[in-house]
């Protein structure tokens, strides 16, 4: 099994350039991540979609829209970049319940020039 | 807000040391406690969890046992291994927020 594929892995946009990045989970999970990391931050939550057709705010939503395509496409959209949006972009996906771990995909590592 | 707090790394052993990393945490209700681990240029993956006090979680030589009456979730491994070098993150889901991360922590094993 694939897990959570994340598309591109790596990328360098313009300042004020928009780009989406894909994720996509064949293990038919309900609910769907985008999580960013930066050195000495953690990961932060960007969005999440805890079920198909439903999409929330997480910890640093600003600058970013997501889409939640299907049960197994979310995507992430950064309309007008900034370089303060470089970073490394993870996207998970689980099963309902907190018992739960999630899955991760591999991530975009995304550089703003 | 639901937080997690670990030790800040990095944290460099000599392989076969014993190794500990602290974790505790801050929650309303019961959360369920997670470590995950970042091998170099990879995503995160599950290495262990606890979904109730007193449970312990275990995987590949690594424990932590889920203390309630001390909010922690100490890793800990008898003997390290070059090949455990990787970025360890602490984190903690509870009712229907989405997973907290602690801000992790980098080990480094040398030979």
């Known amino acids: 099994n694939a897990g959570v594929t994340q598309t591109p892995k790596f990328q360098v946009l313009k300042t004020g350039q928009s780009m989406t990045l894909q994720c996509a989970q064949d293990m038919n999970h309900n609910s769907m991540y985008w999580y960013r990391q930066d050195p000495g931050m953690g990961l932060r939550l960007i969005y999440y979609s805890a079920s198909e057709g439903t999409t929330d705010k997480g910890e640093v939503p600003n600058g970013y829209n997501v889409s939640r395509l299907n049960k197994r496409e979310f995507s992430l959209r950064l309309e007008s970049a900034a370089p303060s949006q470089t970073s490394v972009y993870f996207c998970a996906s689980s099963e309902s319940g907190v018992g739960n771990g999630y899955t991760f995909g591999s991530g975009t590592r995304l550089t703003v020039v | 807000g639901d937080s997690v707090t670990q030790m800040e790394g990095p944290v460099t052993l000599s392989e076969e040391a014993f190794l500990t990393i602290n974790c505790t945490y801050t929650?309303?209700?019961?959360?369920?406690l997670f470590w995950y681990v970042q091998y170099p240029g990879e995503g995160l993956q599950l290495l262990l969890k606890a979904t109730k006090a007193d449970d312990k979680g275990s995987n590949k030589g690594f424990e932590a046992t889920y203390r309630k009456e001390t909010t922690s979730f100490h890793l800990e491994k008898g003997s390290v291994q070059v090949s455990d070098s990787a970025v360890y993150f602490c984190a903690l889901i509870s009712g229907n927020t989405p997973l907290v991360f602690g801000k992790g922590t980098r080990l480094s094993v040398i030979a």
């Open positions: 929650a309303t209700g019961y959360p369920s």
